[in-house]
């Protein structure tokens, strides 16, 4: 187990924002450097948060926390231990935009670009995956599903993904799709799933330009 590295903010410093506790907990996307991953939002005051990972805590010291209806909040890291990790908001939080947000953890879908094919009818696709959450993803795809019609997206030769057609938007030939998924992702293994599939570096343009 990792050992706490020092803070950098005071003791004070964390009394004196008060913090809103487990009732918080929900799934929220984080930008760094290497792509968007998965975590939980533990708690969140003005001054900051605390975020809890299915995977090692992200190396970056300088991140985006994304709330689940698009709001972005600049964040620096300040201590870690273990899977958890305490952020010091870079701009003020209200934590009643937290607790007001109607979307929950099935919502949450991460962006990413990753390479796929898609099997449809007998018939395999080109496609990219442009983002995942635990009920439904979305690909672009190069050729023409229907509302409704079965696929498989196959990613990185060793993942496939099940569900059925439930949205389409652009042009015929060169649209993006929504998928539900057949199965339900659990967050754990989405969140790993997600870190698999991104290259390092995927985020870095992002993070410096964010939507």
């Known amino acids: 187990m990792a050992q706490p590295q020092p803070a950098t903010m005071s003791d004070a410093d964390r009394r004196g924002s008060r913090r809103i506790g487990i ?74 935009d937290f607790l007001a947000e109607k979307r929950g953890a099935g919502e949450v879908m991460l962006r990413l670009d990753c390479p796929a094919r898609l099997r449809r009818a007998g018939a395999t696709l080109g496609a990219t995956l442009t983002g995942i959450g635990p ?42 799709y929504g998928i539900a998924l057949e199965r339900v992702l659990p967050l754990d293994v989405l969140a790993l799933l997600a870190r698999r599939l991104q290259t390092p570096g995927a985020g870095a343009a992002r993070l410096a330009q964010p939507d």
């Open 23 to 96: 009732a918080l907990l929900r799934a929220a996307r984080l930008l760094t450097a290497d792509g968007e991953c998965l975590c939980l939002l533990r708690d969140v005051s003005r001054g900051g948060v605390g975020l809890r990972f299915f995977h090692a805590v992200p190396p970056d010291r300088h991140v985006l926390l994304v709330s689940a209806e698009g709001r972005i909040h600049p964040l620096i890291r300040c201590w870690t231990q273990g899977c958890a990790a305490g952020y010091r908001a870079v701009n003020p939080i209200d934590p009643a």
């Open 135 to 176: 009920r439904r993803m979305r690909l672009a795809i190069d050729g023409f599903c229907a509302i409704g019609q079965p696929v498989v997206a196959v990613i990185k030769e060793d993942t496939d993904l099940g569900g059925w057609v439930e949205w389409r938007n652009g042009e015929r030939a060169q649209a993006e």
